[in-house]
């Protein structure tokens, strides 16, 4: 089956902890992109991804950090510089040339 | 700042009637609309997309631009118990790198059986 997944599904850490989320496609995309979503509020995005080695912050880069050496996988490290952790964490990805995105089923993380 | 604008609900609607959603966004040059759902504690689905040059149905579900007032819409017609979710409304800004989206916060869905 085609898809993304994500995992782990939840996480929780302790404040000062670095954290990596992962993400894995299989639809042969091309770009890829990490959100981060808050209770009430639209999704905002933290990094996106073109190619393979490429990667561009988004809106809130602040304290994460990505990384793309294989097409199939966007890793994304939430570091302790983040001040609010604490989100629901999604994956997406596209294919070339097009603008439609397909999302994972996305991570929890809880940051005490 | 590039906004999208949603009314964030709920709407409520009984079911089988008409559920109209609607979204403003700033960019004039915006060129591609899409249409997400989400169900509490999923991840955005996607279930309908247009571009500027027409509107759009797929079985009970219609998308709609109207590009001089720069909004566009979804109608989801005999709505039903199942579509209860929060639909986010997601525009291309024009001119940025990449396939870039702006995600409005979304609007709350209730059908009531």
């Known amino acids: 089956d085609g898809g993304i997944t994500q995992s782990p599904k939840y996480l929780f850490r302790k404040e000062g902890q670095n954290v990596t989320l992962s993400c894995e496609q299989n639809l042969n995309h091309d770009a890829m992109y990490w959100y981060r979503q808050d209770p009430g509020q639209g999704l905002r995005l933290i990094y996106y991804?073109?190619?393979?080695?490429?990667?561009q912050k988004g809106d809130i880069a602040e304290g994460y950090s990505v990384s793309r050496e294989k097409k199939e996988s966007f890793p994304l490290t939430v570091t302790s510089a983040q001040k609010n952790p604490t989100a629901f964490y999604l994956c997406?990805?596209?294919?070339?040339?097009?603008?439609?995105?397909?999302f994972g089923p996305g991570t929890r993380l809880t940051v005490t | 700042q590039k906004e999208v604008e949603q009314n964030s609900g709920p709407l409520s609607v009984p079911e089988g009637a008409i559920a109209s959603l609607n979204c403003t966004y700033s960019d004039r040059g915006s060129q591609s609309f899409f249409w997400y759902r989400q169900y509490s504690g999923k991840s955005p689905e996607l279930i309908m997309f247009i571009y500027s040059n027409g509107d759009k149905e797929d079985g009970r579900f219609t998308a709609q631009l109207n590009k001089a007032s720069q909004y566009v819409s979804l109608l989801i017609r005999d709505s039903q118990p199942s579509d209860s979710a929060t639909y986010l409304c997601a525009v291309t800004p024009e001119g940025e790198y990449g396939n870039k989206l702006v995600f409005g916060a979304g609007t709350i869905l209730r059908v009531k059986s």
């Open positions: 991804s073109q190619i393979v080695n490429d990667f």
């Open positions: 997406a990805s596209s294919p070339r040339d097009r603008n439609e995105q397909y």
